[in-house]
């Protein structure tokens, strides 16, 4: 029987994982392991303060839904989604910055047709929306897929939405890039919002006296075959929480000027009722390879019992 003092009980947990085949997840572990060691001695940590992590970690993931991902907020507000996307996004070349997915990724993208009104059935101050797609040397990229979401005219996604089962997706949609790289539809201009407050991780951000807003933004998910995925958002110009997104998310190339028009027609030449504004944004796509990520939600009851 072996008996471990507190320097080498670190020792003899990371040795444990020497036999790993993978040589990366071995790493990965074992840096994790010492990691978490070195927190646990450097705070010593009280048996309560370990009970109240494990009972606040457990109640994220029993918030997680079909339609709810509680652990990617937390990543959010912690700034390690951010980290992420930074230390694998290094050197852009030209191309556009990127930013978090977000935990309202929620799939379900259906292809429409240009032009379209994908919030039709929300009220709320018109905006057209229209954007290129291009490789870092300006030239257009045809049949590019790009999912766009963003919240409601009260800072809601559909998915938090009661109705959302029923009614189907919302203020999300997917656009195909004509021979010019051009889409555009038509919505509402988002606001900005608060990240959900119900649950551990919005409680923690109020226990701390942070507040839980995130600054007005479009969601795009731009994939181009050869081009690495590009996730992205284009904030709203001006909005007050661009200096202080609870989820650090917010870079200067990215904010646009949506400024608001009076013309009758919109830049399709359908009619308009004014005033409406205009966001337009074009994204510049780096070479590469990778497939666009799936949304990380929980699985319905149904599947997970099969
Ligand atoms: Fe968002």
Not at 98 to 113: A, D, I, K, N, S
Not at 213 to 232: C, K, N, S
Request: aromatic share 10%; proline share 7%.
């Amino acid at each position: 029987m072996t008996q471990f003092n507190e320097a080498e009980l670190t020792d003899a947990v990371v040795a444990s994982f020497d036999q790993t085949p993978d040589s990366r997840v071995k790493f990965l572990l074992q840096e994790l392991v010492t990691s978490l060691h070195d927190y646990v001695r450097k705070t010593h940590l009280t048996f309560d303060e370990w009970a109240a992590a494990i009972e606040f970690l457990t109640r994220t993931g029993q918030t997680c839904t079909a339609s709810r991902q509680e652990f990617i907020l937390l990543s959010d507000v912690l700034g390690v989604s951010m980290l992420v996307d930074a230390i694998n996004h290094r050197e852009r070349a030209g191309a556009t910055e990127t930013t978090v997915l977000g935990p309202f990724y929620v799939g379900e993208h259906r292809q429409m047709p240009h032009g379209t009104d994908i919030s039709a059935n929300l009220k709320g101050e018109k905006m057209f929306v229209q954007g290129r797609v291009t490789d870092l040397s300006g030239a257009p990229l045809a049949g590019a897929a790009v999912d766009v979401w963003h919240a409601d005219d009260e800072g809601f996604y559909d998915s938090q939405r009661p109705a959302y089962a029923a009614d189907g997706p919302s203020s999300r949609a997917r656009f195909i890039t004509d021979a010019d790289g051009r889409f555009f539809f038509r919505t509402i201009l988002p606001c900005s919002y608060p990240i959900p407050t119900d649950g551990p991780v919005g409680q923690l951000i109020l226990a701390t006296k942070r507040h839980p807003m995130r600054p007005a933004h479009v969601h795009f998910l731009v994939d181009a075959a050869g081009y690495e995925p590009l996730i992205t958002h284009v904030f709203i110009g001006g909005d007050a929480y661009l200096d202080s997104d609870v989820v650090f998310g917010v870079k200067d190339e990215l904010v646009a000027t949506v400024s608001q028009q009076t013309d009758p027609v919109m830049p399709d030449g359908k009619l308009a009722a004014s005033p409406w504004h205009l966001m337009t944004y074009e994204f510049r796509m780096k070479p590469g390879a990778g497939t666009a990520p799936q949304p990380m939600l929980a699985k319905p009851a149904t599947a997970a019992a099969e």
